[in-house]
Nanobody
């Protein structure tokens, strides 16, 4: 299983960005998929998850500005971030967990927020 994260870049404060995570397998095989982020000097932190059912869960810091979604036909998960703030700058990692205890990580995509 491979997860390929993309879509990061340099964005001005207040701007928007959509991250993508393409899986090498049918994403229906995953119980959950999610996004995590890690800023320099900080631990990796939870951002959002989406279940096989489509149910979503967000970190408190992500509620209201972040939207997680998926397209099963494209085997791809997305994270749209609106009203970007400097504190959103981090490497964003995608994650997937299947039903037999395996956990997979993508390589990360850098989000930089600066004017």
């Amino acid at each position: 299983v491979q997860l390929q994260a993309s879509g990061g870049g340099l964005v001005q404060p207040g701007g928007s960005l959509t991250l993508s995570c393409a899986a090498s397998v049918n994403i229906f095989s995953f119980n959950y998929m999610g996004w995590y982020r890690q800023a320099p000097g900080n631990k990796r932190e939870f951002v959002a998850t989406i279940a096989r059912s489509g149910a979503t869960n967000y970190a408190t810091s992500a509620k209201g500005r972040f939207t997680i979604s998926k397209d099963s036909a494209k085997n791809t998960m997305y994270l749209k971030i609106n009203s970007l703030k400097p504190e959103d700058a981090a490497v964003y990692y995608c994650n997937a967990a299947d039903g037999v205890g395996s956990n997979y990580w993508g390589q990360g995509t850098q989000v930089t927020v600066s004017s």
